[in-house]
């Protein structure tokens, strides 16, 4: 395969990804090639975790951070130091061709960091995971709602994303330069005053047994090294189901789901 010049050698493309809903290795390559333009812009200069499923959905994958040498040249890495010391050399997605070999490797999702090659410890937005304790997503919605009031009445201009899974990624772009520790304050922060204002429905409690049916605001991804799902990731979810961003108007759709969108809405079967 031939994507943006560079020379994919795809092995086992019929390989079944997602059994139950028919996807193929190459159709999630597919996906990956045709949805480029939209993701890209999101992940640039970001060092990027993958997550690989070599035999597919169906038995566990795994994680990887550190990109060993059989990888191309022309993939571009980066040296993200790490917080016990020493470096390791990390995947900066930047054209179409980048994100057809991780296909290729069999990754399925892809995690994205919150700051860039060059400003690493100094993030660019804070993330707010609503993490719902049961199936009732209309209180996310309502959780959403209110810490988007939080969020623009001290001036942020937050976006808004399902995560493909059972929740919702609220974005909080930054303008200042902050280190994690600001950041983590200032997400802890805004919680803290959305809690105050629903207090019946709003839970910080990192423990899942003390949360009963509230929806739990998480904001520890707002550390050095942690990761968010990327926007227009695929999840590891029969129905291959995407991280998308939606309006804040889609919010109030009724039909919108965590995992609303899907691999087939891009993609031809």
């Given at each position: 395969?031939?994507?943006?010049?560079?020379?994919?050698?795809?092995s086992k493309?019929?390989?079944?990804?997602?059994?139950?809903?028919?996807?193929?290795?190459?159709?999630?390559?597919?996906?990956?090639?045709?949805?480029?333009?939209?993701?890209?812009?999101?992940?640039?200069?970001?060092?990027?975790?993958?997550?690989?499923y070599p035999?597919?959905?169906?038995?566990?994958?795994?994680?990887?951070?550190?990109?060993?040498?059989?990888?191309?040249?022309?993939?571009?890495?980066?040296?993200?130091?790490?917080?016990k010391g020493g470096k390791i050399d990390m995947v900066v997605a930047e054209d179409e061709a980048t994100l057809a070999y991780l296909a290729h490797l069999y990754t399925i999702t892809i995690h994205t960091s919150l700051s860039r090659v060059g400003s690493l410890k100094y993030p660019d937005y804070i993330v707010f995971d609503l993490d719902p304790s049961d199936d009732d997503f209309k209180k996310?919605?309502?959780?959403?709602?209110?810490?988007?009031?939080?969020?623009?009445?001290?001036?942020?201009?937050?976006?808004?994303?399902?995560?493909?899974?059972?929740g919702l990624h609220i974005i909080a772009p930054v303008k200042n330069k902050i280190d994690f520790e600001k950041s983590r304050h200032i997400a802890?922060?805004?919680?803290?005053?959305?809690?105050e204002i629903s207090p019946e429905l709003i839970t910080l409690d990192i423990r899942k047994e003390h949360r009963g049916d509230k929806v739990y605001i998480d904001i520890?991804?707002?550390?050095?090294?942690?990761?968010?799902?990327?926007?227009?990731?695929?999840r590891a979810i029969e129905g291959a189901p995407i991280a998308m961003p939606v309006s804040w108007h889609e919010l109030h759709d009724s039909t919108l789901t965590p995992t609303k969108y899907k691999l087939f809405d891009f993609i031809d079967i």
């Open positions: 395969m031939k994507v943006a010049g560079h020379n994919i050698e795809i493309p019929d390989k079944p990804m997602y059994p139950q809903s028919g996807i193929t290795k190459e159709k999630v390559i597919e996906y990956y090639i045709k949805i480029a333009p939209k993701m890209l812009p999101y992940l640039e200069n970001r060092p990027l975790t993958m997550q690989r035999h597919g959905i169906s038995q566990d994958g795994f994680y990887q951070k550190d990109v060993d040498g059989d990888f191309p040249g022309w993939v571009k890495t980066a040296k993200v130091p790490l917080i996310v919605v309502e959780v959403a709602d209110i810490l988007h009031r939080v969020l623009l009445h001290n001036s942020y201009k937050p976006w808004l994303m399902t995560t493909g899974s059972r802890h922060q805004v919680a803290l005053k959305a809690q520890l991804r707002n550390a050095y090294g942690q990761t968010h799902i990327a926007p227009f990731s695929l």
